[in-house]
């Protein structure tokens, strides 16, 4: 409403301008041209449909385009606000916006990188590197008990829920993934008709508060579940046990966010805050989380099952690999949340100090399914901070088989990163419930910008692995990325983290590993 009272104005200072100058004095000319080029200007901004800033902040939103021109006078600012490792930084996005437009171009000059920083990791060309493969590889998700198996693509939509996003953002990510063949996962806050109208293929997530699969007292309701689950476009349910930005925690989605439709979709009242349990009720103890994912299966008449998690303890880790052993159930997919990743709502000690690095979570879960003999029947997803190609090759390298993108897809459908989430007042549609500022996302541009960005991460993803000599992701190694680990000392993943045989803990574990698979229990979580 205020950029029409805005934009209102300025027409009626403009008409007035003109009158004054026709009446009174050729002098008013010097307002009135002025004041009716902004008038021009504004209304252009409201109806044009490509950037979300300008329909939300009409005439005032080019300032924000102006600064960003400003790059080397900005650029320390980013790195600055960036001190908490949390913000993509501005090559980043920059990356992730140019892809989105379609527009991505190539730098002059060579990188800005400190390559001898600590800490700083490249990957290895090949002397005979091949050709760039045209038709990108998907991932066959389905372990032996699963009836309907689906192939994943390498890049996909990460966890974010209606209510956290706007119906307009929900939108373009589910119609983005329906033009681009990959996969939509909807996040804990139920299955909306947002998610289901575009036709984008769904992985259902089911956090610990059921939301779309929930009894009023707030349990597990199978028949609901089923249902639901039944709908064709849901093509794999996901467990959800921990999310990267707050594990440990329930989600959070604070009540001036939760309206009546809001409300239908999740099971919960209007206007209230609603805080998920931190911990699940159909299951306490390992087996029974195995046991658990093998009824989730059955109720969605046999498509692929997994959970996610931030790893936390390799134990518990170990514990649940060895309550899949002896219950012989295992999921089909797991995927590994990054602590890294991000989120609208979490209490900034666990942002910045609980969980574990994706990395870090993402090696244990690939050694310890390869040693148990696991590996071959569960595919991993990698979740946590991915937007570039590099990125994808290094998840695929240490361990992954697919991976997906949360905050990368939301700057493809236009997050500006104001951090305002929370707030319900998003400047640009993307994390709002308030009808007047969602508008500003146009789902037929945005969700264009969601295809091009995947196709082009993709592409970026498959030339870096030709110019390793690898046309197979299966043929990446951990020894094919480096890391520096002081000035003069550069070391491999594959000698950071050494691999485990398959089966190797079964019959003789590395000591590395003894007390840890020791103190696993599948008949309780130990740390």
Request: include cysteine; aromatic fraction near 8%; proline fraction near 6%.
């Amino acid at each position: 409403m205020l950029r029409i009272l805005w934009v209102a104005l300025l027409g009626l200072l403009a008409v007035a301008a003109v009158i004054a100058a026709v009446a009174a004095s050729p002098w008013w000319w010097l307002a009135g041209v002025p004041l009716a080029a902004l008038l021009v200007l504004a209304v252009w901004d409201l109806t044009q449909r490509r950037h979300s800033v300008l329909r939300n902040y009409p005439v005032l939103g080019h300032l924000r385009f102006a600064l960003e021109d400003i790059r080397p006078e900005l650029q320390q600012y980013f790195v600055e606000r960036n001190v908490d490792g949390r913000p993509f930084d501005r090559d980043t996005r920059s990356i992730v916006y140019e892809r989105a437009k379609g527009t991505d171009a190539e730098e002059p000059f060579g990188t800005e990188r400190d390559l001898y920083r600590t800490g700083s990791e490249f990957l290895i060309p090949s002397m005979a590197p091949h050709q760039v493969r045209t038709d990108p590889p998907r991932v066959r998700i389905g372990g032996p008990d699963c009836t309907q198996p689906y192939d994943m693509a390498l890049l996909n939509v990460s966890a974010m829920s209606f209510g956290a996003l706007s119906t307009n953002a929900i939108l373009a990510l589910n119609t983005g993934a329906a033009l681009g063949g990959f996969a939509h996962d909807t996040g804990e806050g139920g299955l909306s008709e947002y998610h289901l109208r575009p036709g984008g293929d769904l992985v259902w997530e089911i956090g610990t508060g059921y939301f779309g699969g929930r009894t009023d007292q707030g349990g597990f309701d199978p028949k609901m579940f089923a249902d639901k689950a039944a709908h064709a476009q849901v093509r794999c349910v996901s467990l959800k046990l921990s999310q990267g930005a707050k594990p440990g925690i329930g989600g959070v989605l604070p009540g001036a966010k939760v309206n009546a439709e809001i409300a239908q979709v999740r099971g919960v009242p209007q206007g209230r805050t609603v805080v998920s349990p931190p911990f699940h009720q159909v299951f306490s103890t390992p087996r029974e989380l195995v046991a658990f994912i093998a009824r989730m299966r059955e109720l969605s008449g046999g498509k692929p099952t997994g959970f996610k998690l931030c790893v936390g303890s390799r134990s518990q880790f170990l514990a649940v690999c060895k309550a899949m052993l002896e219950e012989n159930i295992t999921p089909d997919f797991i995927i590994v949340d990054g602590a890294e990743g991000g989120t609208g709502a979490a209490p900034l000690e666990f942002a910045d100090n609980v969980g574990m690095p994706l990395t870090d979570g993402l090696t244990i879960v690939h050694q310890a399914l390869v040693g148990t003999g696991l590996r071959n029947r569960i595919k991993i997803g990698a979740s946590g901070k991915v937007a570039t190609g590099s990125d994808l090759v290094k998840r695929l390298l240490q361990g992954a088989d697919y991976t997906n993108a949360a905050r990368a897809m939301m700057f493809a459908v236009g997050c500006i990163q104001a951090q305002r989430c929370h707030t319900n007042t998003c400047p640009v549609g993307v994390t709002t419930q308030d009808p007047r500022r969602a508008r500003a996302l146009e789902v037929g541009d945005k969700s264009r910008r969601v295809q091009r960005f995947q196709e082009a991460t993709v592409k970026s993803a498959l030339q870096i692995m030709a110019s390793m000599g690898v046309e197979e992701p299966c043929d990446l190694s951990p020894h094919m990325l480096l890391r520096r680990i002081d000035p003069v000392t550069v070391r491999s993943y594959a000698e950071l983290y050494p691999a485990l045989r398959t089966g190797e803990l079964l019959h003789q574990a590395p000591e590395s590993w003894v007390a840890d698979w020791k103190a696993a229990d599948p008949d309780r979580f130990t740390v």
